[in-house]
């Protein structure tokens, strides 16, 4: 099975000034950050980068920004994801003016999987959009997520052209790869984990191309994939087993964790999130990080 994305592909934050402004001296030097820090791809606006809460034009900056600072150096993968189908098209429209290597997207937020042909539908009308860009389904099921069952995924992967990869994060995430990788062949280029990367090392046994998790550790993500595809796999366990306690903090406040992190590592700013306090971090759940990452730091690269 050829896969031309394969690894670590990190999601950059949106960085924002105090007052809510989109950081656009920040994000290019995050952008450029992961790069250094070995991840083997970028991927944006989506979740992690507050996506939905982007204006049309910030969502258009922000792709233009991203695919400029990596400048071919590693595949950018583009969010298309949108309240709406005609948002969807135009937001992959837009990754491909701006060079991107690929798209991601869930079906639009008001559709429900239980409408299998308005999902197929949306698929066809994304890959036209994206114009032979290699389009990912991400299968999620968070608060604007409608997870699709393995047949829905397998018709797409099959049926539409250029629909060809997945990054699988719903319930049950890890038997659904089994489930797509053993029943798709050629239809499917990859399947990719989320979930910040929880769940890497089972994951790639059961044949995942990579992972995209958040950016805060690029550099400790990409010595877990480099150790599991040099088939070092206690080196790999290892590593992991250093990162957890970040990646369980995430959980608990998710982009502010990131945001946070990314400040302290001085790749950003400011920590500001939008639609919330900057920070929902108290004083012991700062002490707490002070301690994660006190364990951790010896394996930051950049």
């Given at each position: 099975?050829?896969?031309?994305?394969?690894?670590?592909?990190?999601?950059?934050?949106?960085?924002?000034?105090?007052?809510?402004?989109?950081?656009?001296?920040?994000?290019?030097?995050?952008?450029?950050?992961?790069?250094?820090?070995?991840?083997?791809?970028?991927?944006?606006?989506?979740m992690a980068s507050e996506g939905p809460t982007l204006t049309e034009d910030e969502r258009?900056?922000?792709?233009?920004?991203?695919?400029?600072?990596?400048?071919?150096?590693?595949?950018?993968?583009?969010?298309?994801?949108?309240?709406?189908?005609?948002?969807?098209?135009?937001?992959?429209?837009?990754?491909?003016?701006?060079?991107?290597?690929?798209?991601?997207?869930?079906?639009?937020?008001?559709?429900?999987?239980?409408?299998?042909?308005?999902?197929?539908?949306?698929?066809?009308?994304?890959?036209?959009?994206?114009?032979?860009?290699?389009?990912?389904?991400?299968?999620?099921?968070?608060?604007?997520?409608?997870?699709?069952?393995?047949?829905?995924?397998?018709?797409?992967?099959?049926?539409?052209?250029?629909?060809?990869?997945?990054?699988?994060?719903?319930?049950?995430?890890?038997?659904?790869?089994?489930?797509?990788?053993?029943?798709?062949?050629?239809?499917?280029?990859?399947?990719?984990?989320?979930?910040?990367?929880?769940?890497?090392?089972?994951?790639?046994?059961?044949?995942?191309?990579?992972?995209?998790?958040?950016?805060?550790?690029?550099?400790?993500?990409?010595?877990?994939?480099?150790?599991?595809?040099?088939?070092?796999?206690?080196?790999?366990?290892?590593?992991?087993?250093?990162?957890?306690?970040?990646?369980?903090?995430?959980?608990?406040?998710?982009?502010?964790?990131?945001?946070?992190?990314?400040?302290?590592?001085?790749?950003?700013?400011?920590?500001?999130?939008?639609?919330?306090?900057?920070?929902?971090?108290?004083?012991?759940?700062?002490?707490?990080?002070?301690?994660?990452?006190?364990?951790?730091?010896?394996?930051?690269?950049?």
């Amino acid at each position: 099975m050829a896969q031309s994305f394969r690894g670590v592909f990190a999601i950059p934050v949106t960085p924002f000034e105090p007052r809510g402004e989109i950081d656009e001296t920040s994000l290019r030097r995050e952008v450029d950050w992961c790069v250094r820090a070995g991840a083997h791809g970028i991927v944006a606006p989506v979740m992690a980068s507050e996506g939905p809460t982007l204006t049309e034009d910030e969502r258009r900056r922000v792709t233009r920004i991203v695919t400029e600072t990596a400048a071919g150096r590693v595949p950018v993968v583009i969010g298309a994801s949108g309240a709406s189908a005609p948002a969807s098209i135009l937001y992959a429209r837009w990754a491909r003016e701006a060079g991107a290597d690929a798209v991601i997207a869930t079906p639009p937020y008001g559709v429900r999987a239980t409408d299998p042909e308005a999902i197929f539908a949306f698929y066809r009308a994304l890959a036209d959009a994206a114009d032979g860009l290699p389009v990912f389904i991400q299968n999620w099921a968070g608060p604007t997520g409608w997870p699709l069952n393995t047949p829905q995924l397998l018709r797409l992967l099959a049926e539409i052209p250029n629909v060809s990869y997945l990054k699988e994060e719903a319930a049950g995430a890890a038997h659904t790869m089994t489930a797509v990788l053993a029943a798709a062949g050629d239809t499917c280029q990859g399947v990719m984990g989320g979930m910040g990367g929880r769940y890497l090392l089972d994951e790639f046994r059961r044949g995942a191309c990579g992972t995209m998790p958040a950016a805060q550790a690029p550099d400790v993500h990409a010595r877990v994939w480099n150790a599991l595809d040099a088939g070092d796999e206690a080196e790999a366990r290892r590593v992991f087993n250093r990162l957890l306690p970040l990646l369980n903090l995430e959980g608990l406040f998710s982009t502010a964790l990131c945001k946070e992190v990314l400040r302290r590592r001085g790749v950003i700013a400011h920590a500001t999130v939008r639609g919330r306090s900057a920070s929902p971090l108290d004083a012991f759940d700062h002490r707490e990080l002070d301690a994660v990452l006190g364990d951790l730091s010896e394996l930051f690269t950049v």
